[in-house]
Nanobody, 115 residues
Framework: QVQLVESGGGLVQPGGSLRLSCATS????????MGWHRQAPGKQRELVAT???????NYADSVKGRFTISRDNAKNTVSLQMNSLKPEDTAVYYC?????????WGQGTQVTISA
């Protein structure tokens, strides 16, 4: 089992930036996909961005051009740089790891965008 711990959430004003980080522990398979999902109150959890171990990325349309995902394969960490934040980005952000049928989730970190 893989354990994931997110950090970096908080409260920022619209137009601001935040950087989320996710640290892992446990057995990490070399071929995997790590990423971020989010869940706003009353809404379903949705994909934000993912990045495979070979560098392929996938972004939600709503964050393209504003968010950038990156990872350090040597440290098995994944980060999400979020710029030009909007109130609709407010949500709990979850780190995710997937290797074949094995899926792990972090506990989540709250991101609130408000003036």
């Amino acid at each position: 089992q893989v354990q994931l711990v997110e950090s970096g959430g908080g409260l920022v004003q619209p137009g601001g930036s935040l950087r989320l980080s996710c640290a892992t522990s446990g057995t990490i398979f070399s071929i995997n996909t790590m990423g971020w999902h989010r869940q706003a109150p009353g809404k379903q959890r949705e994909l934000v961005a993912t990045m495979s171990s070979v560098g392929s990325t996938n972004y939600a349309d709503s964050v393209k051009g504003r968010f950038t995902i990156s990872r350090d394969n040597a440290k098995n960490t994944v980060s999400l740089q979020m710029n030009s934040l909007k109130p609709e980005d407010t949500a709990v952000y979850y780190c995710n790891y997937r290797a074949g049928a094995l899926v792990s989730w972090g506990q989540g970190t709250q991101v609130t965008i408000s003036a």
